[in-house]
């Protein structure tokens, strides 16, 4: 599965005293699927570089909100608010 964001069904205990989260996101950086650095790879300039935090752009992977990512845990995280 080549996504940067993954996400899993934590372990919630029947005995635990909060209600579980359904899952749980991270992410994964880039670099772990490029294996060796090709050679002549895409490069930014040197000011776009320095914004973004690396020189090639395969290696970049700006952070997104796990909420935007999937909306159905925002809304699942409302209704836990609301109780």
């Known amino acids: ?3 940067y964001r ?4 934590p372990f919630s205990s029947p005995l635990d005293p909060c209600k579980p989260l359904p899952y749980v996101t991270y992410e994964t950086p880039p ?4 294996g060796f650095q090709p050679p002549r790879l895409a ?3 040197p000011r776009d ?3 973004k935090g690396t020189l090639w752009k395969a290696l ?3 952070y997104t909100n796990p909420y935007q990512a999937y909306p159905e845990m925002k809304r699942e995280a409302n209704e836990d608010e609301s109780v």
């Open 43 to 45: 490069q930014y300039t």
């Open 6 to 9: 993954k996400k899993y069904v």
């Open 31 to 34: 670099q772990l699927y490029l």
């Open 49 to 51: 570089a320095l914004r």
């Open 1 to 3: 599965m080549n996504t």
């Open 60 to 62: 970049y992977a700006p």
